[in-house]
C-alpha cells in the first residue's frame, strides 16, 4: 500500500506495521518508521511520483 506522510510531506510504500507505527521505505531505499495517524493514503499523483523516483534511481545506479 502506498501513504503519503504528512510530516516528512513526502510518500513512500509501507512495509511493516508495528502496533500504531507504520515503516516506510521510498524507492530509494530510505526506511523511516511513523505513527499511522501522520499518514493517509496516497493519491495517483504521488504514486507515479514514487514510480518516476524509482525509475531515475534505477538509471542513476546503472551508471547512466
Known amino acids: 500500500m502506498l501513504v503519503f506522510d504528512r510530516d516528512y510531506d513526502m510518500p513512500g510504500k509501507v512495509r511493516k ?3 500504531k507505527f507504520i515503516e ?3 524507492p530509494t531505499g530510505y526506511v ?3 505513527n499511522y495517524l501522520r499518514l493517509r493514503r496516497a493519491t495517483e499523483r ?3 511520483q514514487l514510480d518516476a523516483i ?6 542513476r545506479q546503472r551508471g547512466l
Do not use: K, P, T, Y
Not at 54 to 59: D, E, I, P
Open 17 to 19: 506495521v508495528d502496533g
Open 24 to 26: 516506510i521505505e521510498r
Open 32 to 34: 523511516w518508521r511513523q
Open 46 to 48: 504521488e504514486a507515479r
Open 54 to 59: 524509482r525509475r531515475l534511481h534505477a538509471v
